[in-house]
């Protein structure tokens, strides 16, 4: 078995063009959208790789979705030798390639964005043996898997900037001085003072997006739940009289992290919601922060109900407009 110092490369494609003017920060080539169902992966490897590397590869990205109240894959994979990965394929918004030859003298790893359309993560894994490969990718599962998650919200966001909701971003920016990009299919189901409510509503499943302002506090996990509950009882009736929905803390959820999002620094909530008087519940996403004058929080939140429907997509739905906020 040949050994060799592996290389990191990562490559990142500048070939991106705004999608609007209202919307500058997102971008895609819009003649060349990326092709695939969220949450879906394309693996290509041939068949002797494969089956070295499959258990591992599988383990690693359908492993269960994280904060949701049923088991769903991370992502879906769709497995395709070299010989199989046509041009049709090679423009998915997710590709792991791992591209082995016993030629190779260095093992590497690549990243690319926007190889053959955008959004896209196009990640090659180049080895001199099977072992090779597998173990770049055991020393890079964390950070494929942020990779491909993310660009699964960028192509949402992209696709939102291209039909946003113009009244709605123009009311949350008066309100509480932030942009966010809201797709057209949400209206205003509630707006008061320090509160918005938006909601996407079909005839199987509702999804919400909840923007508020609280008093300044800690961004501590205690007191993001009693803010969250607190709001909610307050501004989201249930389906009968007397119901509202919380935050469910069990089972270690919700999960609370520190992020910076479009150089916003602040916590997230990631879990699970219930329903008080009622049976109702989902998951939800939750990013709150302190204003710049450090009067405030300001949160937004974006919550599922799809009572007989898998809600990973529908999660990932709600946190890509969250994630949009600037």
Known sequence: MKTAKTIILILLAITAISCGNSNKGITVKTKNFSNGKAGEIIVVADPACWATVQESVTAALTQPQPAINQI???FDILQFSYNEFSRQFQRHRNIVHFDYNSNYVENQYYVEKNKWSSPQIYIRIKGNDVDSCLNIFKNHKEEIIKLLYDNDLKRNQAYYAQNVEAAIQKR???????KLTVPNTYIIASDTTDFIWLRFRTARNDRFIMVYKTPATELTRENLIAQRNTITRAHIPGAIQGAYPIIAET???????????????????RGL??????????????FSYL???????ITIDGFVY??????????REVESIVKTVK
């Open 72 to 74: 769903e894959p991370l």
């Open 172 to 178: 949350v920016k008066q309100k509480f001085g932030v």
């Open 251 to 269: 089972l270690g959820f919700p999960l609370c992290d520190s992020v910076e999002i479009n150089g916003k620094h602040g916590v997230e909530l």
């Open 273 to 286: 919601w219930e329903s008080v008087n009622d049976k109702m519940g989902g998951p939800f996403y939750s």
């Open 291 to 297: 204003s710049s004058d450090n009067q405030y929080v």
């Open 306 to 315: 799809a009572p007989e429907e898998n809600k990973r997509d529908y999660l």
